[in-house]
Nanobody
Framework: QVQLVESGGGLVQAGGSLRLSCAAS????????MGWFRQGPGKEREFVAA????????YYADSVKSRFTISRDNNKNTVYLQMNSLKPEDTAVYYC???????????????WGQGTQVTVSS
């Protein structure tokens, strides 16, 4: 099991940038696929991005491709989400998640953080 704590959320103007961090504890981080999800007001939770355990493979939702970048540092047990060119529709609670199963396109995550709020003003 992996314990996850997100940070870095906040209020930003449209067109701005934020970097989210997710600190993980537990011995399985370096062998876990990590993902970011978000849930906007009145919406269901949706996939944002995923990264393989090694960091060599990534996968993005079409809505964030070319604007967001997921990365990880296995020495620091941390995964990041760099968000650029933010839009008001990116406003959501962002969640970090982990899983052992290797496929990035499957959303069978087993461990979740508590979330961090991102608000983008127009």
């Amino acid at each position: 099991q992996v314990q996850l704590v997100e940070s870095g959320g906040g209020l930003v103007q449209a067109g701005g940038s934020l970097r989210l961090s997710c600190a993980a504890s537990g011995r399985t981080f370096s062998s876990s696929v990590m993902g970011w999800f978000r849930q906007g007001p009145g919406k269901e939770r949706e996939f944002v991005a995923a990264i393989s355990s090694s960091g060599f493979a990534t996968y993005y939702a079409d809505s964030v491709k070319s604007r967001f970048t997921i990365s990880r540092d296995n020495n620091k047990n941390t995964v990041y989400l760099q968000m650029n060119s933010l839009k008001p529709e990116d406003t959501a609670v962002y969640y970090c998640a982990a899983k052992r199963a290797p496929l990035l396109v499957k959303f069978d995550y087993t461990d979740w953080g508590q979330g961090t709020q991102v608000t983008v003003s127009s």
